[in-house]
């Protein structure tokens, strides 16, 4: 990536990298609570579904930006569950917490990123960006780790979110006795390639 980088400031251009789900790890995990939690599913659940890009200016990485869109509808359980588990859990994660039909779309955009660099052609970086999710939008802080090689960027970070903040209610059951947490934990490892 270096050459890219260096080619790049010669020429003083923004270099754009293209996303997409092939290949690429991203994952919510939520955790159960209440009297009876150790009877439920702690879900780890997988987006496959995504694309975006991201416009790096190499002089001057804060000025960089980056827009994500996740098809709400690729959401999937992927722990080791029964098929009926998975088929409820997948149920009531698109019509009672997503609403997938009605908020299709999970969209990521930053303009604000602050950056060092942590090694050759690797950066630590703090993205905030806006994330509209169910119908609400909302700044999102992002930690990242961040490796340019040759033509590919290679993205590793994580963030917590609370559902409440997008006026979505945690699911429950078995009259509330095993319910999920507000917060749930995002991780991702993704690789974009220039173009």
């Not at 980088?5 to 020429?11: F, G, T």
């Not at 959401?75 to 859990?89: N, P």
């Amino acid at each position: 990536m270096h050459y890219v980088i260096d080619q790049a400031k010669s020429l003083g251009a923004t270099v754009r990298y293209r996303i997409d789900g092939t290949g690429n790890k991203f994952i919510v995990r939520a955790t159960a609570t209440g009297l009876f939690s150790a009877l439920g599913h702690n879900p780890t659940i997988s987006i496959a579904d995504f694309e975006g890009e991201a416009l790096v200016d190499p002089e001057a990485l804060e000025k960089s930006s980056l827009r994500l869109v996740i098809q709400a509808s690729s959401l999937a359980v992927t722990d080791d569950v029964s098929d009926k588990d998975r088929a409820e859990i997948e149920r009531r994660m698109h019509h009672e917490v997503l609403e997938s039909d009605g908020y299709s779309e999970i969209v990521y955009e930053c303009s604000k990123i602050s950056a060092s660099k942590t090694g050759d052609g690797e950066y630590w970086g703090a993205l905030n960006g806006e994330l509209s999710l169910h119908g609400v939008t909302r700044s999102q802080p992002v930690s990242v780790r961040v490796n340019f090689h040759g033509d590919t960027l290679h993205a590793v970070g994580d963030f917590s979110l609370r559902q409440s903040d997008y006026e979505i209610k945690p699911v429950s059951a078995v009259g509330g006795t095993i319910r999920l947490k507000d917060e749930l934990k995002l991780s991702f490892d993704i690789v974009a390639r220039k173009g």
